[in-house]
């Protein structure tokens, strides 16, 4: 596609369910990310892929947050266990790779009830 | 552990005025900086810097790094009600690893 696609937009879910959020990178992006957003805060990092492996995922919070990238294309983001500090906004960004410039997608908000 | 600051957290001007937005930095082997706008939701490139004392240009915008103080300035001249944002700042340390600041947020009043 011509951007970072993210879906769904919205989720709302109930505290201790499982939800996924996906992502789409830009065709042939090799590099990766996931950030997670709270309002009045810069993006924080969470994971980053490097074809289909993890290279860094120094950022996920704890083992509730697992994040997949089976095809070295899409992604998706899991949480398990849902937390009501869970919520919050998450981007996905790609890149050609680590050093270079990333395209964010729209981001999915996540609302934890 | 790797810090990038941001100041002000926000601030209101009116059209017309000429903004100056702050970076500073302490992060383990610095390799770049980045400006980022984010006006809803993605946000979107504007700079990246990784020499010193060298300034990027485009239109209105323009920013420059300091690595001896350990800082980058984004500035916007002759500000428009779309420059309503909030800009990001990033950073990349050892190992590529990315830091963003909180974030300036910047409203422009007609």
């Known amino acids: 596609g011509a951007g970072v696609s993210q879906t769904p937009s919205n989720k709302v879910t109930e505290k201790g369910k499982y939800v996924e959020l996906r992502c789409d990178p830009i065709?042939?992006?090799?590099?990766l990310y996931w950030y997670r957003q709270s309002l009045g805060q810069g993006p924080e990092f969470l994971i980053y892929?490097?074809?289909?492996?993890?290279?860094?995922d120094s950022g996920l919070p704890n083992d509730r947050f697992f994040a997949v990238r089976p095809e070295g294309s899409v992604s998706t983001l899991k949480i398990q266990r849902t937390e009501r500090g869970d919520s919050a906004v998450y981007l996905c960004?790609?890149?050609?790779?680590?050093?270079?410039?990333?395209?964010f997608g729209a981001g999915t908000r996540l609302s934890v009830l | 552990e790797d810090k990038v600051v941001q100041s002000p957290l926000s601030l209101v001007v009116h059209e017309g005025d000429t903004v100056t937005l702050n970076c500073s930095y302490e992060?383990?082997?610095?390799?770049?900086l980045l400006w980022y706008k984010q006006e809803k939701k993605a946000p979107t490139f504007l700079f990246m810097l990784?020499?010193?004392?060298i300034e990027k240009k485009s239109g209105r915008l323009s920013s420059i790094l300091d690595k001896k103080e350990l800082f980058s300035i984004l500035n916007i001249t002759a500000t428009q009600t779309g420059d309503s944002a909030v800009y990001l700042c990033?950073?990349?340390?050892?190992?590529?690893?990315?830091?963003f600041g909180k974030g300036i947020t910047l409203s422009v009043r007609p």
């Open positions: 992060v383990t082997n610095f390799r770049s």
């Open positions: 990784t020499s010193s004392g």
């Open positions: 990033q950073v990349a340390g050892a190992n590529s690893k990315l830091t």
């Open positions: 065709s042939g992006h090799t590099a």
């Open positions: 960004a790609s890149s050609t790779d680590r050093e270079n410039i990333q395209y």
């Open positions: 892929f490097q074809g289909t492996g993890a290279a860094d």
